[in-house]
């Protein structure tokens, strides 16, 4: 599975930034989608992460409210919609695909996905 991210730039304190990223490769079965993120130094924390019906959804509490994350299996593409960026927001950006035998599974942890794509920059400015 390839993983393609785009999406990322700068913006100021507040904006509006969406990302996406689209799988390519063996594609086929069910797998879940998800977004990690890592600065310079710092653990890589896993942010958002959402299921192959697109009904459940996992965020990191540092997220939640402001980031959503979708999906569009036709198109084997994930998003994820960040507002109200904070300063603290600012990190490279991962997606991550999760083969399952399930339709309803959500990762929750960094360690449950199995492909990594390359990381979209996001900078957000005060």
């Known amino acids: 599975v390839q993983l393609q991210a785009s999406g990322g730039g700068s913006v100021q304190a507040g904006g509006s930034l969406r990302l996406s990223c689209l799988a390519s490769g063996r594609t086929y079965g069910y797998y879940a989608m998800g977004w990690s993120r890592q600065t310079p130094g710092e653990e890589r924390e896993f942010v958002a992460a959402?299921?192959?019906?697109?009904?459940?959804?996992y965020y990191a509490d540092s997220v939640k409210g402001r980031f959503t994350i979708s999906r569009d299996n036709a198109g084997n593409t994930v998003y994820l919609e960040m507002n109200s960026l904070k300063p603290e927001d600012t990190a490279v950006y991962y997606c991550?695909?999760?083969?399952?035998?399930?339709?309803?599974?959500?990762?929750?942890?960094?360690?449950?996905?199995?492909?990594w794509g390359q990381g979209t920059q996001v900078t957000v400015s005060s």
């Open positions: 991550a695909v999760s083969p399952t035998d399930s339709r309803w599974y959500v990762p929750t942890s960094l360690g449950e996905s199995d492909y």
């Open positions: 959402i299921n192959w019906r697109g009904d459940r959804r």
